[in-house]
C-alpha cells in the first residue's frame, strides 16, 4: 500500500498537502464485508464518516446501501440538491430556523428528508417556521440506546426518550399534531459500535468492554421489542435504524431493527483498527512532505494536526504511518504547521519526502482538504471534491 501510494503520488509531484488520498480497492471491499456482515439488511450510510458527495454515491451504487444518515439538516438539504440521495435521514435534532424553513419551503425536500426529534419542543421550533401546514414533515424518535446499570449509563448521552412509555407519550403527540407524519425510530448503540474491544495493548480493558457490550445488546434488545410493540398502533414506521460499523452483527441479528447504519467501516480509521467484529481494512491516508530536518535523526512534515473528535487523548492523534517506524514526539505532538518525528525512519527521510498518516476517525481528515484522490490500483484516477471543497462547513 505504502508503495502505491508512493508511486501514485510521484505522478503528480505538485499537489497541494495534505494529499488526502482514498483508495477504492479498500473501499470497495470494505463495502461488500459491510454488506455480508449485514445478513441482508439494508445498510444507510452514514455521511458524517465520509462528507465527500463521489464517495457517498459509489457507497450507494452498491448493493445494500440504501439512502444516508446525515449529521445536519443542511447536509441533508444540499445532498437532495446535488441529486446524491432521496432518503436522507438527519441523525440529530435540529434546530436551525433557516434550515428548517427552506426545507417546509419545498415539497421535494420534505419528501426525502426525515428530521429527528426526542421533544415536542422540536416540533414547536418546526411550526414556528411556518405558515402553513401543507407540506407534512417526516419525522423519526431518536430513543436512548444506553446501557443503564443501576444509576449508571454506559453510552452516548443523546436522548431522554429511554423505555416505551416515554416514546410512546411522543409519539402520540406526533401524531396528534397537524402537519407530521411519523415514519422511524433510531437507537444508535455507540456503546457497542463506537469503542475498540480487541486493543492488543489493553488486553484486560477489552475484555470488560467485551462484557458490557454483551449487557447492553442484551438489554437493548428487550427494550426494543417493547417500544416497537407499543408503537405498532400509533404508527405504521417505515424504519427502526440502529447501529453502526462495529455493531452490524449484533445490530441486524435483533428482529426489530430493519436498517443498520454504517460509514466508518467503509474507510477505516485508527480508531477502528482493533474490534473483533472486522478485519479493518484502511482506505483513507493523508501525506505531508519533509520540510525540516531538526536533527539528523528528526524529520519534520509541515503541517499534521489534524486532530479527532472525542475525549482528548493520544488516540485522537493523526497516526504516522509510513515509513513505519516513526513516531510523534510527545512535547509537540501533531502540530498545526509543524509536525516532527522521531523513530528510526526519520533518519532516512530527507527534504521532500513523503510521510504517510491516518486519521483517528472517519471523515473528519476531509475537513481539512478541498479535493479527495481517488487511487485505484497503482495510479489517482480521479479527483473529486469534499464537502469544504464543495464550499460547504456543516
Do not use: C
Not at 7 to 30: E, G, M, R, S, W
Amino acid at each position: 500500500m505504502w508503495a502505491r501510494l508512493d508511486q501514485a503520488v510521484a505522478a503528480h509531484p505538485d499537489l497541494p498537502t495534505p494529499i488526502a488520498v482514498v483508495d477504492l480497492d479498500a473501499f470497495d471491499a470494505n463495502a461488500d464485508d459491510l454488506v455480508r456482515r449485514a445478513g441482508g439488511k439494508p445498510i444507510r450510510v452514514a455521511s458524517k464518516s465520509l462528507r465527500v458527495p463521489a464517495l457517498l454515491e459509489r457507497a450507494l451504487a452498491g448493493p445494500g446501501f440504501a439512502g444516508v444518515l446525515a449529521y445536519t439538516l443542511r447536509e441533508a438539504l444540499a445532498l437532495h440538491d446535488l441529486g446524491v440521495t432521496d432518503d436522507v435521514v438527519v441523525a440529530y435534532p435540529s434546530v436551525d430556523r433557516g434550515a428548517l424553513a427552506a426545507l417546509v419551503a419545498s415539497p421535494a425536500a420534505a419528501g426525502a428528508i426525515t428530521l429527528m426529534l426526542d421533544d415536542v419542543a422540536h416540533l414547536d421550533v418546526i411550526d414556528s417556521v411556518r405558515s402553513s401546514k401543507a407540506v407534512q414533515v417526516r419525522v423519526a424518535l431518536d430513543i436512548d440506546a444506553g446501557l443503564r446499570l443501576g444509576t449508571q449509563h454506559v453510552g452516548p448521552k443523546r436522548s431522554p426518550l429511554h423505555d416505551a412509555t416515554d416514546v410512546t407519550t411522543l409519539a402520540r403527540a406526533v401524531a396528534e399534531r397537524d402537519g407530521f407524519r411519523l415514519v422511524g425510530v433510531m437507537t444508535y448503540e455507540g456503546q457497542v459500535a463506537g469503542v475498540p474491544d480487541d486493543v492488543p495493548t489493553q488486553r484486560a480493558r477489552s475484555l470488560v468492554v467485551r462484557r458490557l457490550k454483551q449487557a447492553s445488546v442484551a438489554q437493548l434488545g428487550v427494550r426494543r421489542r417493547a417500544i416497537a410493540e407499543a408503537l405498532r398502533p400509533i404508527a405504521d414506521l417505515e424504519f427502526f435504524n440502529a447501529g453502526g460499523s462495529g455493531s452490524v452483527e449484533t445490530t441486524v441479528a435483533d428482529p426489530a431493527v430493519t436498517e443498520v447504519a454504517a460509514g466508518s467501516g467503509l474507510l477505516v480509521p485508527g480508531l477502528f483498527d482493533h474490534y473483533q467484529s472486522f478485519t479493518p481494512r484502511p482506505a483513507a491516508f493523508f501525506g505531508l512532505r519533509v520540510s525540516r530536518k531538526p536533527t539528523p535523526d528528526l524529520a519534520t512534515v509541515h503541517g499534521g494536526g489534524l486532530i479527532a473528535s472525542g475525549p482528548v487523548g493520544d488516540d485522537r492523534a493523526p497516526i504516522p504511518w509510513a515509513p513505519p517506524g516513526l513516531h510523534l514526539t510527545s512535547l509537540e505532538g501533531a502540530g498545526e504547521v509543524q509536525t516532527p518525528l522521531t523513530g528510526h525512519p526519520a533518519a532516512l527521510l530527507g527534504i521532500g519526502d513523503l510521510v504517510w498518516f491516518r486519521h483517528a476517525k472517519s471523515g473528519e481528515l476531509f475537513e481539512h482538504v478541498n479535493r479527495v484522490h481517488l487511487l485505484a490500483g497503482e495510479e489517482i484516477v480521479e479527483d473529486v471534491a469534499s464537502y469544504r471543497g464543495l464550499g460547504h462547513a456543516f
